[in-house]
Nanobody, 126 residues
């Protein structure tokens, strides 16, 4: 089992920044590819970004490219999402997720992730 705990969400004005963290425990963190997903009220969960086990490969949904950066610190078992130039449409609950390394991170398919955190709320005011 992998336990994931997100933090860093909050209320920010449009154009502002937030940095989300996801602390992992239970298994060797570097054995997992990681992803960030989000779900806005009344909408389906959507893929935001993914990073492979080493941190050398990343993938983003088009709407956050150039604004969000996913990264990881395997020594500290932590995943990050730096979010800049935030927009009201970024408002959602953000979840981190883990899946065993070796598969593709390029499809953004939440169904391939085995472990999920409880989520952290991000609210962007206009």
């Amino acid at each position: 089992q992998v336990q994931l705990v997100e933090s860093g969400g909050g209320l920010v004005q449009a154009g502002g920044s937030l940095r989300l963290s996801c602390a992992a425990s239970g298994r060797t963190f570097s054995n997992y590819d990681m992803g960030w997903f989000r779900q806005a009220p009344g909408k389906e969960r959507e893929f935001v970004a993914a990073i492979n086990w080493s941190g050398r490969s990343t993938y983003y949904t088009d709407s956050v490219k150039g604004r969000f950066t996913i990264s990881r610190d395997n020594a500290k078992n932590t995943l990050f999402l730096q979010m800049n130039s935030l927009k009201p449409e970024d408002t959602a609950v953000y979840y981190c997720a883990a899946k065993p390394k070796g598969g593709s991170i390029w499809n953004g398919d939440g169904g391939t992730y085995d472990y999920w955190g409880q989520g952290t709320q991000v609210t962007v005011s206009s």
